[in-house]
């Protein structure tokens, strides 16, 4: 749901129960709704969010409320301007909801698919024809089948993630199509057969307008999007136009630190919308089927397409049974009520809309900080957003009962148990290692429930009981997920409409992975430790310089040792650098790969020389720390080749 990744501010997850609301997932209690009026939302908005901001450690936020047709409130709170970098005279600057623009993440794509399906709507693009037709570029492809529109609306087109170019600093130049041609990720997944979020697919998307409508995307967003649902002060562009650019809010990584960069956003279909709070709630209202403008954004019946699910278990399996994505939004739905939704996050702006289309409601919060905890703006918004449905829409009745037998549960939880990791992600270069530290834990508990250490999109660990064949819904709570399988064994679980868990190799998993590497590692440091030591020793006891004989193999070996380690360096600060959004130059990488194999090819001559001091008797001590080095050696390569660090792309 987010535009960043997951591995940075995260991709809607969440770790703890959210300020001023039940936990994640926990059911309100049946009873009667409060009254959604002016008066009474204000009320527990304005006794929600100053003190959650505060807590939280963010600068300020918007909100907007509509109901019945017509805006019920829009509300800002904190600062748009602390005034903490401005020097004496800076002036702080109270959030304005009317006035103040914020940046909207990946809210941006439901404006990029309603975009999209005017074009459907017209009949100038085929909701199931292949997008190649359109495109100027070859559409990178593993699979015979073709790439559709509605498989990139609903996340399932198969590309795998790219971080690189997703967000740059004031002053980059984004360009679509360039982003789109530029080391394009693999497809990775054949289509329509699992959810696995992508920027790119919604940036062939507005692309595909593009192409297809013969204007720039944001000239055509203004034109037939935002102008058409009364978005006047709202635009795709960037920079910002001049008009516009002295109502943006500063954007903050916490209340306490100075302002941040306007951001680029690389691909900006997917994440470049900036908008006014009431602007947003205009567009809850066009998607709620209002009039806001003279010309509805869609007709009635494409407007009831886009709010449908997108696919069926034709595609998708029993993964059908879960949160399914429209063309569009995510099912968000809770109480046992339809909610349609969105989220989104750049680095330092936080955002979350919601519809309600049976009650005729919505929602919408943005936040322009992201707090002193990682997962503050996340649980800020959870507590806005849960809090509102709980408070307003709470359930009317009793939770529908499991209907599978224990036997039969009992049977596929034991199917369940293993190491999951997230369908979102890069599988086909170097920093698939990044998803190492995203894995779940599912096992079976005596009562045949599951497990999941930690809940998908959470820190926290839930447990899941089975409510229908391959149906488990959170115990104590409303989280839904399913399970497809496939020849006796759980080829994914789905846990949100545009996310999966896929099992994990037993070769690829955390417990075996990282031991190798950490011990390797210790290994390889405590062998460079030595040579000096070593040196050292010999100096003063006076003994004699290491003999010749087998010195090619030993200085070879240490080449290795040296360039393994440096290679871990390299990646571990690359990592690191690009997460955080920092460009990496290929040249650097390609130095980095060349050390990692070295550290490969030294393998061999640390082979020849443990055989040389067995063949000549050199003592126990310098023949296990031979057969040390040798391991740990093997054990970097392992790692190397396994997670992709020699990979003919370095491209991210």
């Known amino acids: 749901m987010a535009l960043v990744a997951a591995s940075t501010v995260g991709c809607g997850a969440g770790s703890s129960p959210a300020v001023g609301a039940p936990p994640v997932g926990t059911p309100a209690a049946p009873g009667d709704p409060a009254t959604l009026t002016e008066q009474d939302v204000v009320a527990w908005l304005d006794g929600l969010l100053p003190a959650a901001l505060d807590q939280a450690g963010i600068a300020g936020a918007t909100v907007s409320v509509v109901h019945d047709g017509r805006i019920l409130t829009a509300r800002g709170y904190g600062h748009a301007d602390t005034g903490v970098d401005g020097g004496a005279d800076a002036s702080v600057v109270p959030v304005d909801p009317e006035r103040h623009l914020f940046r909207v993440g990946s809210v941006s794509k439901v404006a990029t698919a309603t975009a999209a399906l005017q074009l459907v709507q017209s009949g100038a693009v085929d909701l199931d024809a292949d997008v190649q037709q359109h495109l100027d570029f070859t559409l990178p492809r593993r699979y015979d089948e073709p790439v559709t529109l509605r498989h990139l609306l609903t996340h399932t087109a198969g590309f795998e993630e790219r971080v690189g170019g997703l967000i740059g600093g004031e002053g980059t130049r984004a360009d679509l199509r360039k982003a789109l041609v530029t080391e394009p990720p693999e497809q990775v997944f054949e289509p329509g057969t699992v959810p696995a979020y992508s920027n790119y697919g919604y940036a062939l998307v507005g692309y595909l307008v593009e192409r297809v409508s013969g204007l720039p995307f944001d000239e055509y967003l203004d034109q037939n999007v935002l102008t058409r649902a009364g978005m006047t002060s709202s635009t795709f562009a960037q920079p910002l136009p001049g008009d516009l650019r002295d109502r943006m809010s500063q954007g903050y990584a916490d209340s306490s630190g100075p302002a941040q960069p306007f951001e680029i956003v690389g691909v900006a279909p997917a994440g470049s919308l900036t908008a006014s709070a009431t602007d947003m709630a205009r567009f809850m209202l066009a998607h709620l089927g209002e009039r806001v403008g003279e010309t509805p954004l869609l007709d009635r019946p494409t407007l009831d397409l886009m709010q449908r699910p997108g696919l069926d278990a034709s595609t998708l399996g029993a993964l059908a049974e879960g949160p399914r994505m429209t063309l569009g939004f995510f099912d968000e739905s809770r109480n046992g009520r339809r909610i349609l939704g969105h989220g989104g996050d750049t680095r330092f702006f936080h955002s979350h809309l919601q519809v309600f289309p049976d009650e005729r409601a919505g929602v919408f919060v943005s936040l322009n900080s992201s707090g002193t905890a990682p997962m503050a703006s996340h649980d ?273």
């Open 380 to 652: 800020l918004r959870q507590a806005v957003l849960n809090g509102f449905a709980d408070r307003y829409f709470p359930r009317t009745g009793a939770v529908p009962a499991g209907t599978v037998d224990a036997q039969t549960s009992a049977e596929h939880a034991a199917l369940a148990a293993g190491t999951y990791e997230s369908s979102r992600g890069m599988r086909s270069t170097f920093l698939t290692t990044v998803g190492l530290f995203d894995r779940t834990r599912v096992s079976v508990r005596y009562d045949n429930r599951l497990l999941f250490e930690p809940a998908p999109h959470s820190a926290s660990p839930a447990v899941f009981e089975e409510v229908a064949p391959w149906v488990w819904r959170e115990v104590g709570g409303q989280r839904v997920v399913t399970m497809r399988v496939v020849d006796g064994a759980v080829e994914a679980i789905g846990f949100e409409s545009a996310f999966a868990l896929l099992p994990v190799a037993p070769q690829r998993s955390t417990g075996l992975a990282l031991p190798v590497l950490v011990a390797s590692t210790v290994v390889l440091l405590l062998a460079v430790l030595s040579w000096p030591v070593g040196a050292v020793v010999r100096r003063l006891r006076g003994r004699a310089p290491r003999d010749r004989a087998g010195r090619t193999a030993r200085v070879l070996s240490r080449v290795a040792v040296a360039g393994a380690l440096l290679a871990l360096v390299g990646w571990a600060v690359a990592v690191v650098s690009i997460m955080g959004f920092q460009d990496v130059p290929a040249a650097t990488l390609r130095v980095v790969q060349a050390l990692q194999l070295l550290g490969v090819l030294g393998v061999l001559p640390a082979v020849v020389r443990l055989v040389d001091d067995v063949r000549r008797r050199v003592g126990w001590p310098r023949i296990v720390g031979s057969t040390l080095v040798l391991l740990a050696l093997a054990g970097t390569g392992w790692f190397a080749v396994e997670f992709m660090l020699l990979a003919p792309s370095v491209s991210y």
